[in-house]
């Protein structure tokens, strides 16, 4: 037995940028299984009770009661409950250009199973604002991306903060690069230092965060313009050349290309303060 809220193709006026399918609460069922061959959404849920078992990517996971789940875009994934303790969840499945921007800037594409995260309110949140979409439409379409986001950053917080396994050249990588955001750097430079060879390093670095260092530094990039063009008067042109992007259309075809619109009509969409 589920309780499911479903939206039509169409109902996100920004699909291609964010979209929930469908949101609900899977009741303890022992015979609940689902399968997918090839996902063309993001699978988020989060267990309320009970156990279940998860087989991806040829690993098998058995999540419980306070814990999270990602199954991503692309992926050929079966789950189901536990016999003889099926669970209750709580989830979400959605879509966009934004949920693969977001879940590949927190290095969150190679993991599955979350331990012990205690976010069941903001996925009740998100559940509350679909099914009272009729009530407040605007909120809807304004909160649901954000509260994605803030699930998102309490699972990659979560894991930095349980995850004491990533090898040191990976995590000084990423701090180094976080630092950096507005400046041009070299991974040949730290490569030296690490003692390791370029290759070696963004094998390391893409074993632990699932991209490219260079890749992770332009997420980080975009995520900071984003910020700036929300919160600053910034022309666009400023906001590449602070940004260390050497030319403006550069940046801003990159921009689309990772969240589905240009900085101009990002600005313009973002509420006035």
């Known amino acids: 037995m589920e309780h499911i809220v479903t939206f039509l193709p169409g109902q996100f006026a ?7 399918e469908m949101t609900g609460i899977t009741y303890p069922d022992s015979r609940y299984r689902i399968e997918r061959e090839c996902s063309d959404i993001y699978c988020l849920e989060y267990v309320i009770a009970g156990e279940g078992q998860i087989e991806t990517g040829g690993r098998l996971f058995r999540p419980s ?3 999270v789940y990602l199954l991503p875009v692309g992926s050929a994934h079966c789950y189901r409950s536990d016999p003889s303790h099926p669970w209750e969840k709580i989830w979400m499945n959605v879509r966009g250009s934004l949920c693969d921007f977001l879940v590949r800037s927190y290095g969150l594409g190679s993991q599955t199973l979350f331990p012990a995260c205690p976010i069941l309110p903001l996925f009740q949140e998100f559940l ?6 009729e009530e407040n439409e605007e909120a809807l379409y304004r909160r649901t991306p954000l509260l994605f986001h803030e699930i998102l950053q309490n699972l990659a917080a979560h894991t930095e903060g349980q995850n004491s396994r990533i090898p040191q050249p990976a995590a000084r990588l990423r701090a180094l690069l976080d630092r950096h955001l507005y400046d041009s750097l070299s991974i040949s430079d730290f490569s030296r230092e690490a003692n390791l060879s370029p290759s070696q390093l963004t094998r390391i670095f893409r074993r632990e965060y699932g991209c490219a260092p260079y890749d992770y530094l332009l997420s980080q990039k975009i995520t900071a313009a984003c910020m700036l063009l929300k919160n600053t008067g910034l022309s666009v042109k400023e906001i590449a050349y602070r940004l260390a992007f050497s030319d403006e259309h550069y940046f801003s075809n990159l921009f689309k290309q990772k969240t589905g619109v240009s900085p101009g009509k990002y600005r313009c969409s973002q509420p006035k303060k």
């Not at 509350?128 to 979409?133: A, M, W």
């Open 65 to 67: 009661q306070g814990d």
């Open 14 to 20: 920004k699909e291609d940028f964010f979209c929930v």
């Open 128 to 133: 509350r604002l679909c099914e009272n979409r």
